[in-house]
């Protein structure tokens, strides 16, 4: 599988980076991980507005899915006249009645099931296209998700948001690559179930036994360079930063 980073700027758009977003590609199948702020035009970079197979939200804060709505436009008024067929969305409880309030503020008039067929994620194994995936619950003041998606014998698991957590410990047993966000600067921000900063992205990944960290979800007011030495402090693996259009052979 291929996995290419479409944005990682965390918590909002950098000068260079769009937010969270990552495109998983195998078998001509393409599942988008995240759309968060600016992600719909970087996308367009690397494929086409109507190629995407599948959308995976991981959690509901902006910076993961508004570009959702810009999205739905694209569907939905194609300039063509059609109307594009629902693509499937899996998001947690409520992703519909979210995306719809944030796009107009009349709920029952949205036309976005016409163009999105949602789903909604509980900790489980199901799966998308060619992939297995598994989600689990991770730590973040709102309903949120790690995956892990199997392809090949190989697999990559994404963290989220999150604070420290044993579940996202287990969903990155053993994996390929562990895309984990590190948006905290340890020593400098402590704060549970919110973020986590880069010696524990170190620290899980140990713990986890991956065999490659890539940091990301680091905000433009964090020192990158800071997270990526407190994570090589206490990983042995390979470990690099995230960065836009960079992709990955898993
Ligand atoms: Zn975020
Ligand atoms: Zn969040």
């Not at 759309?35 to 995976?56: S, V």
């Not at 704060?191 to 986590?196: A, G």
């Not at 979800?217 to 930063?241: C, E, K, M, Y």
Request: hydrophobic share 35%; net charge negative; charged share 20%.
């Amino acid at each position: 599988m291929k996995l290419t980073v479409v944005g990682c700027s965390g918590s909002f758009p950098s000068a260079e980076s769009a937010c969270s977003s990552y495109l998983v590609e195998a078998d001509g199948f393409r599942l988008l991980l995240d759309m968060g702020n600016g992600a719909l035009g970087e996308l367009q970079r690397h494929c086409g507005l109507y190629d995407l197979d599948a959308i995976f939200l991981s959690h509901l804060h902006a910076d993961h899915c508004i570009d959702m709505c810009a999205y739905f436009v694209a569907r939905y008024y194609r300039h063509d006249g059609g109307r594009c067929d629902p693509i499937p969305v899996y998001g947690p409880e409520g992703t519909e009645h979210r995306l719809t309030t944030a796009y107009a503020d009349t709920p029952t008039a949205s036309s976005m099931s016409e163009v999105f067929d949602f789903h909604t994620v509980k900790p489980s194994t199901f799966d998308i296209g060619p992939f297995t995936v598994h989600t689990e619950r991770v730590a973040h003041p709102v309903e949120a998700y790690g995956i892990r998606v199997e392809h090949g014998g190989k697999s990559l698991t994404y963290s989220g948001d999150t604070g420290l957590s044993p579940a996202l410990t287990e969903l990155a047993r053993d994996t390929d690559l562990f895309l984990c966000e590190a948006a905290f600067t340890h020593g400098k921000e402590n704060i549970p179930d919110l973020h986590l900063n880069g010696r524990e992205a170190g620290e899980t990944a140990t713990r986890a036994g991956a065999r490659r960290l890539v940091l990301t979800h680091i905000p433009p007011w964090t020192d990158p360079q800071v997270n990526l030495a407190d994570a090589r402090a206490v990983f042995d693996g390979t470990v690099s930063l995230a960065a836009p259009r960079q992709s990955y052979e898993i």
